[in-house]
């Protein structure tokens, strides 16, 4: 932070230190010290239903979120955290490396003897193992996700978990990714606690799933408070077990973490630049303006454009449930003349890297990723965008012609009319469909925009066959253990096609039979160089079928900070290695150990 910053910073810290947030708990009057509290926004949407993690449907954001690119941890552990800036695994609840046999079908992994859950009891094997079959028994997100890809988790004695692979018919793991990512995206729970639940819900999964869990028992460093439609508390469990020299070996900085509760963007986005929320999770257009134009104490995690650490990649979809799309020479034509410099100023305002800084893939801008193919062997592949001679001459040698001058081309005796959609309200996605139709005239194809209700549009896109949406707007998996595979697989795998409901992938519904054996391999590749291989081989499949094409880089998280109160937040140039995953997702949460008031 700039002299100029950090004296913004002190002076509106003086102001707001001055008073107190007051919120009801328990019929009592709690004051939250705006110095030793720390406020969030763009997470949580509507009051939550409850602190029950065996449900999907609490709507606490900030208490249970698991998810492979690092679960969020103040309230619920893992028992490794996963770090997207060089994919390491740092030990939580585990104590030290996990170890697989020989085999690779079984993972080893000890227990902290310090780990303690908040009642004072001892975290034991005896809990991962019992997590993990119910889970599966109550059929909840967690249990249905891995019990494809894992047989069975053993507590072999108090400190020590088995976690045994499903194998396939050669006898080995269906999927070892699939294995290591549960390590550091499933939380784990106490035994005795699901014991009570399931014993007041009747052993009924259904009921086990919507019981609030209003007395549950967690293992992290924070615990429930207070939450109302206004805002979700959690304060400081000052007995943590992290606090041992295993682990922390402190306690973290803020007493209190609290998202306020807000009505939309623009209200959340007010409240960051008055400095009433110190973590910012939420898209804002021209962010850099804050501190340039505007002065205030405001920072992301990088120092200058696109702001944050992009890992994943909003993509347009061609439908091959739509005759004329089935030709490549169109789909590639259409992806060529597009102009995705115009559609990162104007959708991303700057806030991503271009084609030409970070050529296409199906990887993700960071370095890990783009380490697993060979660049040079696809560079004659990829393009930039706004190609548009490039373009017309591949319609032209495939045929594709304006027969009749009308100034549209036409396939098969038919004009070329698509329509290009994505959801009403989705501005920057919305933005960057209208360059996409923009780019279709340029080069002779109608592609007109549609922008239907998000309740509408995920039903069309995830039917197992639709003839609505021509061209249409997706994401695509962020960092995560199982990366690239994960996005190689969402991108082209058969294996989704003719499913109804679909909501892994492949929703253009493409098929290549070559691509589908290159998933099934890289799991199991363990040999470097043959890895590499499939993965540049999957590359190319990609960049010559082109059933899909990505519009731009996009954080997972949009990670600002204003430094009024606190300041120490992890950056690029720091040397710490804490990812911008706003202080409490996987390895982030080691910014909370690290935080310093401004006016101490």
């Given at each position: 932070?700039?002299?100029?910053?950090?004296?913004?910073?002190?002076?509106?810290?003086?102001?707001?230190?001055?008073?107190l947030i007051t919120v009801p708990a328990l019929a009592?009057?709690?004051e939250l010290p705006r110095n030793e509290t720390l406020y969030f926004a763009g997470l949580q949407w509507g009051s939550v239903n409850g602190w029950n993690p065996l449900s999907d449907d609490m709507n606490n954001a900030l208490g249970i979120t698991q998810n492979a690119g690092g679960s969020r941890i103040p309230m619920f552990e893992t028992l490794y955290m996963y770090n997207m800036l060089d994919g390491s695994f740092t030990p939580l609840l585990a104590d030290g490396d996990y170890v697989w046999n020989e085999a690779r079908t079984e993972i080893t992994v000890k227990i902290k003897p310090a780990a303690k859950w908040s009642d004072g009891t001892a975290l034991t094997a005896e809990d991962v193992a019992y997590t993990f079959d119910t889970n599966v028994k109550i059929g909840n997100a967690r249990g249905n996700s891995y019990k494809p890809f894992i047989e069975s988790v053993v507590a072999v004695d108090p400190s020590t978990v088995v976690i045994k692979a499903k194998l396939n018919d050669a006898g080995a793991a269906v999927n070892p990714l699939q294995m290591i990512t549960y390590l550091e995206e499933a939380?784990?729970?106490?035994?005795?606690?699901?014991?009570?639940?399931?014993?007041?819900?009747?052993?009924?999964?259904?009921?086990?799933?919507?019981?609030p869990g209003d007395d549950v028992i967690a293992s992290g460093p924070y615990k429930k408070y207070f939450a109302d439609d206004q805002k979700v508390v959690f304060v400081r469990d000052d007995s943590y077990w992290g606090q041992d020299a295993s682990m922390w070996g402190k306690l973290p900085v803020p007493k209190y973490l609290v998202h306020a509760i807000y009505a939309d963007n623009p209200s959340g986005e007010t409240a960051f630049k008055a400095g009433e929320v110190d973590v910012c999770q939420q898209f804002i257009a021209n962010i850099q303006d804050l501190w340039l134009k505007d002065g205030l104490p405001i920072s992301t995690y990088m120092d200058e454009a696109p702001w944050g650490i992009c890992v994943n990649m909003p993509t347009a979809w061609f439908n091959m449930d739509i005759p004329a799309l089935q030709n490549a020479s169109l789909r590639k034509a259409i992806a060529l003349a597009v102009d995705y410099d115009a559609i990162i100023q104007n959708a991303m305002t700057g806030q991503s890297p271009t084609f030409a800084d970070v050529p296409r893939s199906c990887m993700n801008p960071t370095a890990g990723e783009q380490a697993t193919f060979d660049h040079d062997a696809v560079k004659d592949l990829q393009w930039a965008g706004n190609d548009i001679d490039g373009a017309k001459k591949l319609l032209d040698d495939a045929g594709i012609l304006d027969t009749d001058g009308d100034g549209w081309r036409e396939l098969d005796g038919?004009?070329?009319?698509?329509?290009?959609?994505?959801?009403?309200?989705?501005?920057?996605w919305m933005a960057a469909m209208e360059i996409v139709a923009a780019a279709g005239e340029k080069i002779g194809i109608e592609i007109t925009t549609e922008f239907p209700e998000w309740s509408v549009y995920q039903t069309v896109v995830t039917a197992?066959?639709?003839?609505?949406?021509d061209i249409f707007m997706m994401w695509t998996d962020s960092a995560a253990p199982t990366q690239p595979w994960g996005r190689v697989r969402q991108l082209m795998s058969?294996?989704?096609?003719g499913i109804e409901g679909n909501w892994s992938g492949n929703w253009g519904h493409f098929a290549n039979a070559r691509i589908d054996e290159i998933i099934a391999a890289i799991p199991s590749t363990v040999d470097a160089d043959a890895l590499k291989a499939l993965y540049t081989e999957a590359v190319q499949i990609y960049l010559s079928e082109v059933p899909s094409f990505s519009l731009m880089y996009r954080p997972n998280m949009f990670h600002a900070v204003n430094e009024s109160v606190w300041t120490n937040y992890p950056d690029a140039t720091d040397g710490r290695n804490i990812p911008p995953s706003i202080c409490v997702d996987g390895y982030g949460i080691a910014a909370l150990y690290a935080l310093e008031l401004v006016n101490p």
């Open positions: 932070m700039t002299k100029t910053r950090k004296i913004l910073s002190m002076l509106l810290a003086l102001a707001l230190l001055g008073s009592e009057t709690v939380y784990v729970f106490q035994k005795a606690w699901v014991q009570t639940v399931e014993a007041r819900n009747n052993n009924d999964a259904a009921a086990i799933k919507r019981d038919q004009k070329l009319s698509l329509n290009a959609c994505c959801p009403n309200g989705w501005t920057d197992a066959k639709q003839t609505e949406y058969g294996e989704f096609n």
